[in-house]
């Protein structure tokens, strides 16, 4: 039977092995507080997670859980993520493996490519960018597969495809830029959820703008004017709170 994650009124696109099974993930950081915010997030996706918090645990869990895909610090306490990658393909050759590298470690993420890294991520990175670059390294080496229907997000009359880039309302096409789009998806993904300017601007921009969170603002009245123009509005500020997104009345 295939599982479909649902929260409130949005659908989110589920993704699985070909053989209809959850995804198995393996998160490896030495960063507690990092490894806990990729499980939960990779959670949601309906995903099945397992941490290790160093290079042996890592090597020793993926013996046990046959990840089909790695996400994989290059430092670590004991040995470096390359190293725990080639120790990983002695026994799965093909796993794709994302690496996770900081900003300004350029030779790293060289380093990782040229190994034999599939692809990386640099910190800090927003949870949307690991989940939406795993999606993209599982579909490339076949390892999962989403069903076509269950990639359109829908949310009343509002419907957003993760796939095509398409937004409609009351079936009408909307024309957004990439950030109105990144935008859109995340207060579509947390339908009746009430979302601070700090968590939009950590998912959307992936980075504080250093008290310019007007651009939250800024952003938000772009959209009301494209999805809720004519339309009983669905987009509605909570002062002090911040934003929320719902079917219209």
């Known amino acids: 039977m295939r599982s479909m994650v649902t929260i409130g009124d949005g659908r989110i696109a589920d993704f699985r092995r070909l053989d209809g099974a959850p995804i198995r993930v393996l998160v490896v950081d030495d960063e507690p507080t990092l490894t806990d915010l990729l499980q939960l997030a990779l959670r949601y996706e309906g995903w099945e997670v397992r941490a290790a918090g160093s290079g042996a645990d890592a090597v020793q869990e993926a013996r046990q859980f046959e990840p089909d895909v790695v996400v994989l610090d290059v430092m670590l306490p004991d040995f470096d993520g390359l190293e725990v990658m080639r120790r990983l393909r002695v026994s ?26 599939d692809d990386y991520v640099t910190k800090p ?6 989940v939406a670059r795993l999606r993209a390294l599982m579909r490339r080496a076949g390892v999962g597969v989403s069903a076509r229907e269950e990639a359109v997000i829908t949310v009343g009359d509002l419907t957003l495809d993760e796939d095509s880039h398409e937004v409609r309302r009351a079936g009408t096409l909307i024309a957004l830029t990439a950030t109105e789009f990144e935008l859109l998806r995340f207060l579509m993904r947390n339908p009746r959820r009430v979302l601070s300017k700090a968590q939009i601007l950590d998912r959307v921009w992936n980075y504080d703008f250093g008290g310019q969170a007007n651009v939250v603002e800024l952003y938000i009245s772009y959209l009301r004017k494209k999805i809720d123009a004519g339309n009983a509005p669905m987009i509605h500020t909570l002062r002090g709170a911040g934003y929320v997104l719902k079917p219209a009345d």
Not at 125 to 130: G, H, K, N, R
């Open 125 to 130: 990175f927003s949870l949307e960018e690991v």
């Open 92 to 117: 799965a050759p093909n796993v794709p493996v994302l690496f996770l590298t900081a900003r300004d470690a350029v030779e790293d993420r060289v380093a990782g490519l040229t190994a034999g890294g």
